[in-house]
């Protein structure tokens, strides 16, 4: 399938930003429209502002930002606004979204900078079937020899994205509650359903200055622009899933839904930790539940 991009000029909390969207790789095209718009913590939002706020500029999507240590053995790797994290092992490590192919080099290297091994990565998991966050898969499978490890439910999507041809590489299917474990740590899948199919969050307890902290890799609970009736049952158990998974740090797909950049800069500053937050644990998930009973709502008025 040949690919192309719609460029946006949108204005995402108060901050202009262009995101280019592309047909193959996301389930975002067309761009979506700017209604409803709902008010959360303070913040009015609507449909294109958070898929600016999650995606920024083409350049943002490709740019490495500064890997760093979340917490313990967890690292970020990934680029400006798509998140890549790296799980270290004595047995080997764990690599969490490969995002676009183009973007492994700079996984990659993030991965060196911090000192370890590419090929040390033993297991390669993905958060949800689309190309911005998985499409890299088959070539950290080549680089790496990676188990490549899904959810059972996204299966069907992963088989469709095929950079260059590229079969897409599917080791091992799990399932909601399935555990992968690897040296001294053990990941629980959690079937977080809406977005996409498949859509998997992930748990794990880390110890970090003589503490234990549960650790959430969340999924993307963004609502489309239209919700049939079997997304929103999905929808609707999984805002509720999401709101009993235990959580001191909570990551996301794409840095904003954790607020990375504001926590990164805090973290150079010195002080504790800024990634040990329990009290926005659920944030995305207020603003994601939020715009989902708005677009119901909306399409419930439309139908009248």
Known sequence: MKTFRHTLLVSALGVSALIAVSDQAVAQNPPPP?????????QTLNPRTILARNMGTPQDQESQFPPHKIIGNI????TKTLSSFLITTPQGNILIDSTYERNVPVIQKSVEQLGFKFTDIKILLGNHAH????EGDALVKQLTGAQVVHMAEDIPALKEIKPGGKEHPIDRIIHDGDKVTLGNV?????LTAGHTRGCTAYTTTVQDGGRNYNVMFGCSLRPGAAVPPNVAEEFTRS???VRTLPCDVQLGDHGAQYNMQEKYAKLKAGG???????ASCFYEADV???MFHAILEEQKTAGR
């Not at 690292?75 to 990934?78: D, I, L, S």
């Not at 053990?186 to 959690?190: E, F, K, P």
């Open 239 to 241: 805002f509720k899933v």
């Open 272 to 278: 504790p930790n800024p990634f040990v937050d329990p």
């Open 75 to 78: 690292y970020y790797v990934g």
């Open 131 to 134: 190309g911005d966050h998985m």
């Open 34 to 42: 700017d209604h409803p718009t709902i008010t959360v913590h303070g």
């Open 288 to 290: 994601e539940e939020a």
């Open 186 to 190: 053990t990941l629980t899948a959690h």
